[in-house]
């Protein structure tokens, strides 16, 4: 028995997942970029959340409409936080009192239903150098955040090999590209550019 944990990530071009003073998908979604969130959301998974990123989507879920909402409402949810009690204000939630890296490596060993995480840029930056996330899903808008990016959870985290799984153009513009990290190792001789007369 063993869970897929998937991270979930929406960035610019430079790797932002938010930039000051943009709306929403950097005013940059599209038909099929919904399409692919609502048939994202529509598996039958669990989603998994730091705290801050909770209480944002516990928001966005009353103020805005969104055609996968429906489904965030009703899929179950996990929140890593020491600090949010029950009630938690948004309905099929558990909060988990735990260190997320211990606690996510004991679940994937005991359920098999599918883990799903979306922004929680701490929380994944740790899950991913724990080597505990097996598919990273990056939809990446067209636009280059600059100084007002941030929300950036590659940026000064640990190297990783990734293998291409999957890439989807969505609304002929933004691209989505589905790998399975390695966390970086040696490189292998002989890899790179080679130099003159190296015999």
Request: proline share 6%; glycine share 10%.
């Amino acid at each position: 028995m063993s869970a897929t944990f998937t991270v979930d990530f929406f960035c610019s071009l430079d790797g932002y997942g938010m930039a000051r003073g943009w709306p929403g998908y950097w005013g940059k979604e599209g038909p099929e970029v919904r399409e692919d969130r609502v048939r994202t959301f529509a598996q039958d998974q669990v989603l998994v959340f730091g705290a801050t990123t909770f209480r944002l989507f516990r928001k966005f879920v009353d103020e805005y409409d969104e055609p996968y909402y429906d489904s965030l409402n009703e899929l179950p949810k996990i929140v890593f936080s020491s600090r949010l009690e029950d009630p938690l204000g948004w309905r099929n939630s558990t909060v988990i009192d735990e260190d997320a890296v211990t606690a996510i490596e004991r679940l994937k060993r005991t359920t098999d239903v599918p883990m799903r995480s979306h922004g929680s840029i701490s929380l994944n930056r740790a899950l991913l150098a724990a080597g505990l996330v097996d598919r990273l899903e990056v939809i990446m808008f067209p636009a280059i955040s600059g100084r007002a990016g941030e929300a950036a959870l590659f940026h000064g985290g640990p190297e990783f090999d990734l293998e291409l799984i999957e890439s989807t153009v969505l609304d002929g513009r933004t691209q989505k590209l589905v790998y399975a990290p390695r966390l970086h190792g040696e490189i292998p001789e002989g890899a790179g550019p080679r130099l003159r007369n190296a015999d």
